[in-house]
């Protein structure tokens, strides 16, 4: 708060010097009495001032006899020009609460007045002080400088009869139960016998103690839950038997769907039996070996990784597609986390609608193929590379349209650590220029550098652009300069690969049956 004060500069009284000589002319006379009338309209003029002032004065004065001043707030809250009663609403100091309400914890109330317990509010009192301390004398200084005020709110009861009040309160007599398992009445069926919540008080001190602390923390609405530590709680409850009590009555209902994309395999019933051992109280352990045996059967089913695989090439009609050391594509079954998992599952005695066999994973690489594309006679579907390692000739088809078209150089075929294998690849992975430095079996040793790498193996073999070749592709130059193992293309082609063709996209690579 600041104090602003005005300070008043009197100026000396103007001196008029007397003429010696008695006698004046005319034109001095009219000069004086001029000045006389200027001296009266002045003089007038001042008195109207101070009665105005000093009328405002004493109606400001009676104003503010029974108002806070202008520019007065009190905790924040403007109460300028507010009579006390008027304030006292803004700061909400009016409201007296009567009653404390304590809800147990199965939601009864319990209410106490709070005049048996002498509960008070400073409130008023403390507005009041201040309201009292205002200089109405000075009512004027308010719309020179502001005056802030600030109070805590104390509250005062009588603590031992606020616990004594508790203490004789009737709180309930209901005890804790625990849960409980065991076999209904026509013994058909394991029931769980729901845990009861009671609420009689078996700790009254801290019941005291916590609506002490509540009452002094302002709070006139408590309520009672189990960590007031004034209530017994059970030990046991009904979530913590619902896993047994359902092993127990649904282990014949068990099933575990598993989903391969166009189709559901479902273990259940006599099957499932075959790997589950009951015991006599009606729970069970899960057979390890016969779950393995079950998710070999899927593996042997399921699993594309590996296999030759029916194709329709461009310009060879309908082939078979050979497999090869180099070529990873297709789905692959991981069967001993598969069997965990399995395992796992049938513990819990849950039934699982849909799940996915676990594959094999190395880093990066997932062993299988595209989901949307897999069927019961094929998973490599109507978006594909396709390269013709005799004719030296690549296309991408895109949902069955012709995308690209090519010719390319793929690794040379007079020696066999640079020939290209068959098989069915996968787009892996892609990179900008890329630093291509190995050695074969061979002893054949490079160190160069692409643009556009698209890995189709795990053994470095990509697609990429090739430059130094200046622009010839296709023909016979895989057989005498052909690549280490890679699919040689031109810049443009390559880099079309990397911008266009999606992450695991098969890449199907083949020679003509009579050719390597």
């Given at each position: 708060?600041?104090?602003?004060s ?23 006379k ?83 007045k ?55 309160a ?40 916590y ?34 009590c ?10 575990v ?57 461009t ?99 007079t ?71 890679c699919?040689?293309m ?21 020679y ?5």
């Amino acid at each position: 708060m600041t104090e602003n004060s005005t300070k008043i500069t009197k100026k000396p009284a103007t001196s008029v010097k007397k003429n010696s000589s008695v006698k004046g002319s005319s034109k001095n006379k009219k000069r004086k009495k001029k000045r006389n009338n200027i001296g009266i309209i002045c003089g007038t003029a001042a008195a109207a001032i101070v009665i105005v002032v000093g009328g405002g004065y004493f109606i400001g004065r009676a104003y503010y006899s029974n108002r806070f001043l202008s520019g007065t707030t009190v905790n924040g809250v403007d109460v300028g020009g507010r009579t006390f009663e008027q304030a006292c609403d803004l700061l909400g100091v009016n409201d007296m609460p009567y009653e404390l309400t304590v809800k147990t914890i199965d939601g009864t109330p319990v209410v106490f007045k709070t005049a048996d317990f002498d509960y008070r509010l400073s409130g008023k009192d403390e507005l009041q002080k201040i309201y009292d301390s205002v200089n109405r004398k000075t009512w004027f200084s308010g719309f020179i400088q502001n005056s802030i005020y600030s109070f805590n709110e104390d509250i005062t009861f009588d603590v031992e009869k606020l616990q004594k009040l508790v203490e004789k309160a009737n709180w309930g007599d209901v005890e804790t139960a625990d849960a409980k398992l065991g076999l209904n009445e026509d013994k058909t069926a394991y029931v769980i016998t729901p845990e009861v919540q009671g609420n009689k008080i078996t700790d009254m001190k801290k019941l005291e103690a916590y609506v002490t602390q509540s009452v002094a923390a302002g709070e006139l609405s408590v309520e009672l839950d189990k960590d007031t530590g004034c209530y017994s709680l059970p030990k046991v409850k009904s979530a913590d038997l619902e896993d047994d009590c359902k092993k127990r009555n649904d282990v014949f209902q068990l099933s575990v769907t598993y989903d391969f994309d166009y189709t559901t395999e479902t273990l259940t019933g006599e099957e499932l039996m075959k790997m589950i051992k009951l015991k006599d109280d009606g729970s069970y352990t899960v057979d390890r070996k016969k779950a393995m045996e079950y998710v070999e059967k899927l593996a042997k089913k399921y699993d594309t990784y590996n296999t030759k695989r029916k194709f329709h090439a461009t310009l060879q009609g309908d082939i078979i597609v050979p497999t090869s050391s180099d070529a990873k594509y297709g789905w692959w079954i991981d069967q001993e986390k598969t069997c965990d998992d399995l395992v796992d599952m049938l513990e819990k005695g849950e039934s699982v609608d849909k799940v996915d066999p676990i594959y094999y994973s190395t880093g990066y690489f997932d062993f299988t193929g595209v989901e949307s594309a897999r069927s019961k006679d094929d998973d490599i579907g109507d978006t594909y590379i396709e390269i013709d390692l005799t004719d030296q000739h690549l296309w991408y088809y895109e949902k069955g349209k012709k995308k690209l078209d090519t010719y390319i150089v793929s690794g040379q075929t007079t020696s066999e650590a640079r020939t290209t294998l068959p098989g069915v690849y996968k787009l892996w992975s892609k990179e900008t220029n890329k630093r291509m430095k190995d050695t074969n079996a061979d002893g054949d040793e490079w160190d160069t550098k692409c643009n556009f790498w698209n890995n189709v193996s795990l053994c470095g073999i990509g697609l990429h652009d090739s430059t130094w070749r200046g622009g010839y592709f296709g023909g016979e130059i895989y057989k005498y300069n052909g690549s280490h193992g890679c699919i040689n293309m031109s810049y443009d082609d390559a880099k079309y690969v990397y911008d266009n063709v999606p992450y695991g996209t098969p890449v199907v690579m083949y020679y003509k049956s009579a050719d390597k």
